[in-house]
């Protein structure tokens, strides 16, 4: 069995690869290590080899997870479905959110944010996949919601985060994710976030831009959903 640490070093050697293979800086890449179902000691043991930024989709999960690491300088990002009771407990603690895709939750995100923080880093979760995906905001709704999250005080619109139905194809995994850079392009905010990749298909987020690729399986192994 690989260790995290091991996991890690080959995760940073084809987040490399891909960034050559497109001519991008691999400092222009971020890794955020997804941990949902995992253990608090399974972050602790991505810390010690380098992780920094963790991201979460279940609050309480996250919460009860980062109760037991406030020793470790981590930041935590938010990216699972967001329902509106959960708000301010996610504007309170965390840094980044990057699955946003209506503006109730982004103004009350922006009204939650506690003033002695720093503004949240919003991500815009767009459906570049139709049917098959039920999260995120469609592209025709993207420009007119860009523009509103953009003029929120406490928030500080970064760019947009995709999921794309999954497939093995690359051309395929490389157009949908072509089409989250080219909504990005369009909307002229100065977006400098593109949030795109998991574990199957970082090589073509790379490609197309992702500057954060959130990785869960490849880093951390399988989950088990059984154990929740
Ligand atoms: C679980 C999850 C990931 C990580 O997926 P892997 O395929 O395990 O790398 C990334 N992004 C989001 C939004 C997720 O829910």
């Not at 293979?21 to 253990?39: E, N, Q, W, Y």
């Not at 999954?166 to 490389?174: I, L, M, N, S």
Request: glycine residues 6%; neutral net charge.
């Amino acid at each position: 069995m690989s260790t995290i640490a091991d996991n890690l070093s080959t995760l940073g050697a084809r987040i490399n690869a891909a960034a050559q293979a497109s001519g991008r800086a691999p400092s222009a890449i971020r890794l955020l290590a997804v941990s949902k179902t995992k253990p608090a000691a399974a972050v602790r043991e991505a810390f010690a080899a380098g992780v920094r930024d963790v991201g979460e989709n279940y609050l309480q999960e996250a919460l009860n997870k980062q109760a037991e690491l406030t020793d470790l300088p981590l930041t935590w990002h938010f990216i699972g479905p967001i329902q509106s009771n959960k708000t301010r407990a996610i504007a309170e603690h965390f840094d980044w959110v990057h699955s946003v895709d209506r503006l109730k939750i982004a103004q009350r995100l922006s009204e939650q944010r506690p003033d002695g923080l720093e503004p949240l880093n919003i991500c815009l979760q767009v459906n570049v996949s139709g049917e098959a995906s039920k999260s995120g905001c469609t592209p025709e709704e993207l420009p007119a919601l860009a523009q509103a999250i953009a003029a929120l005080p406490r928030l500080r619109l970064r760019g947009l985060m995709a999921i794309p139905e999954p497939t093995d194809d690359r051309a395929a995994q490389e157009a949908a994710f072509a089409r989250v850079r080219q909504l990005q392009a369009s909307l002229d905010l100065g977006l400098d976030t593109l949030s795109m990749g998991m574990s199957h298909d970082l090589e073509a987020a790379i490609a197309q831009g992702a500057t954060w690729v959130r990785i869960g399986t490849a880093l951390f192994g399988a989950r088990d959903y059984g154990q929740q």
